[in-house]
């Protein structure tokens, strides 16, 4: 499945957008803002080769300590060690709005995509404001298979 999406950097993180790093990292941002130039978040997903894989908590701490410590950051406002992504690295911002508005415009592409489709359009003809409506999770970077589920965002 091809997926595109216009990456950009931004300091305008809020939470549900996922950072992506040249690493290969994708942190799902958690608190709105930035830390000492940091967008505070939770490493979700890593890339190994050319598929996603996606983290549990206790994996993505251990892949952190070990390979990407620069990545674990000790937040003086909230006094505990956290992933705390600089965006001066951040190599694409993923926006679950933007994400959605895509799929409406092009439709979806896969199995996955086209259930979610039909979800939407059943919540747009009872009255949903899907403007108000966001995809995240695995949808919102292509990285979906056969048995993911649908992270829907209401903002």
């Known amino acids: 499945m091809a997926f595109t999406m216009a990456c950009h ?5 809020i939470p549900r957008d996922f950072l992506e790093t040249a690493e290969g990292l994708v942190f799902a941002v958690v608190v709105a803002g ?3 130039g940091r967008a505070l978040c939770t490493l979700r997903y890593c890339r190994d080769g050319l598929v996603w894989r996606k983290l549990g908590t206790d994996a993505a701490n251990e892949l952190l300590a070990a390979r990407f410590p620069h990545y674990l950051y000790d937040s003086p406002s909230r006094d505990v060690r956290l992933h705390g992504v600089p965006m001066e690295r951040v190599t694409c911002l993923y926006r679950p709005r933007q994400r959605l508005a895509q799929l409406l415009i092009n439709g979806g ?3 996955m ?3 979610l489709c039909r979800l939407l359009a059943l919540l747009a003809a009872a009255g949903a404001d899907l403007e108000c409506v966001g ?3 695995s949808l919102l970077i292509g990285a979906q298979r056969p048995d993911s589920d649908f992270d829907l965002v209401i903002y």
């Open 9 to 13: 950097r931004d300091k305008g993180a």
């Open 34 to 36: 930035l830390e000492e």
């Open 109 to 111: 592409g896969d199995a």
């Open 113 to 115: 995509e086209d259930k």
């Open 135 to 137: 995809i995240t999770g």
